[in-house]
């Protein structure tokens, strides 16, 4: 399921939420309206990018969601480029 940005047009909020293709547009989590519209999704600004798939693969091996890997490749995978 794609991930889509909305603005609620009755109270300003902005939310992202998971949408199936084809499904009516969620209802904003602030107010509850159904008056939503898809935003424009910000991209990751230049030079933060590799900062934040780090921070995600440290978070990942902290709670052990790399224990499939070996040591070798676990190494690999948290050494910053």
Do not use: W
Not at 2 to 29: K, N, Q
């Amino acid at each position: 399921m794609p991930l889509y940005d909305y603005h609620c047009s009755v109270c300003g909020h902005g939310f992202e939420a998971l949408v199936r293709a084809g499904a009516t547009p969620p209802a904003c989590p602030a107010c509850g309206s159904t008056a939503v519209d898809k935003a424009l999704s910000r991209i990751a600004p230049a030079g933060r990018i590799e900062a934040i798939r780090m921070s995600n693969r440290r978070a990942a091996a902290a709670a052990g969601h790399l224990s499939h890997f070996s040591p070798a490749e676990r190494k690999k995978l948290l050494k910053q480029r």
